[in-house]
């Protein structure tokens, strides 16, 4: 079972992030890996971290229509990675699409975004959306769910009412985690594992956290031990 703690890599270049996993050593074996460190090191860095044995969460968050969703979900379960993202907002024919695709991939799960972390109740109205997080987030995970999707991608805060809604079995994978409260940078709907772990996360994320700590190994071990806590 890889571990509940997804170290996000968002880093300049897959010779820092080799570097990182590196000193993380072989308790930490799944990493997240994003936009930014796919436009910097191309899909090797993927493939690298998958032939040394690590669980790979590809955070595409794919938004775009339903034939090239799955195009993009095709190439992802190629490189062997466990997890992508896709936006819910997107709608139901996109995540039927990716779900569909991600078959042939018995590994693969398919994870819908709800509403990014760095989002409040206050932001929505300006792109339409009545001023509600939980409602939204309400929303879009139930469509992600009735429409074949392995998880959801939410706020601790969120995961707490998500995990009484969803089927059991549910991937409840939470960003927006920080190990000590009042640290926030951008991130506004925050938790420390242990919150995360308590309201019903089965998977928490943390990129600086970890990645600028002055002991990243150390860090990483206190995030899984407070998960562990907080479970
Ligand atoms: O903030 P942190 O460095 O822990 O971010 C790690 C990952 O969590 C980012 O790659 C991002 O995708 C996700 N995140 C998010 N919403 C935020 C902050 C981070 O989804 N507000």
Known sequence: MPAPVIVALDLESAAEANALVERLGAEADHYKVGLQLLAEA????????????????????LHEIPNSVAGAIRAAGKLGVSMVTVHASAGSAVMRAAVASAKPFPQLKVLALTVITSLCDTDLPEIGLPASVEAQVTRLASLAALSGCHGVVASAREAAYLSNLLPKGTLIVCPGIQ????????????????DAAG???THIILGRAITAAPDPAASFRAALAAFRDGA
Do not use: E, I, M, N
């Open 42 to 61: 191309g899909p090797q860095v993927v493939t690298s971290l998958v032939r040394s044995g690590k669980h790979v969460f590809l955070d595409l968050k």
């Open 179 to 194: 190990l000590a409260q009042g640290t926030a940078t951008d991130q506004v709907r925050v938790a420390t594992p242990q």
């Open 199 to 201: 309201a019903g996360a």
